[in-house]
């Protein structure tokens, strides 16, 4: 009996392996493409367009850089990237991820992995700042939850956590269509990678 495939034909044209990914199966156009059509909150979400994770990306590096100021491009690259992996591997409410059990954080890990390896990260981001793009991502997820889908700030605050709301002043949550957030998550990357030099 022939094995099941465990890899995924990329529109760049790669094959990449999701039990056994390498960096140089990795390209940043699969990602911006993939995740610009991957929807947050399993579409769940008001307007005209699916709130992407392209999009939710975009936010949460904005978000890091008001957290952290000065930190380096790389660390910057790095919250771009953090939800990188649901390029293949989709975007599951955290309900599912709990259903669907270790494995799926597992899988999550060496994507990341291979994705940071690719853009000249480190495998594994450090905790000091892996806790600062958590921070960010709550925030992120609580502007998501209390404007686009449907929770009240009681609500959100109990589930992400309270937000600072000086942290999040004067930001917007962006509905595009994906070729234009796929666009600008491209760019981004490509900025950030400039000033890692």
Known sequence: MTPPRAWQRMLSGRRLDLLDPTPVDIEIEDIAHGLAFVARWNGQ???????????????????FGRIAARAEPGWRLAALLHD????VIG???SPVKSA??????????????AI??????????????????????RASAWMEATRIAGFSAAEAD??????????IEGLD???????????AYTARHAELLAQMG
């Open 45 to 63: 979400t008001r307007g005209d367009f699916a709130y992407s994770v392209a999009e939710h990306s975009l936010l949460v590096e904005t978000l």
């Open 84 to 87: 990188a992996p649901e390029y």
């Open 91 to 93: 975007d599951m409410i």
């Open 100 to 113: 669907v059990g270790p494995g799926y954080g597992e899988l999550d890990r060496r994507l990341a992995a």
């Open 116 to 137: 940071h390896i690719r853009f000249g990260l480190p495998a594994a981001i450090p905790v000091r700042i892996k806790r600062q793009i958590k921070k960010a991502d």
């Open 158 to 167: 109990r589930f992400f956590g309270k937000v600072d709301l000086g942290l």
């Open 173 to 183: 949550i962006r509905l595009r269509p994906p070729v234009e957030v796929r666009a």
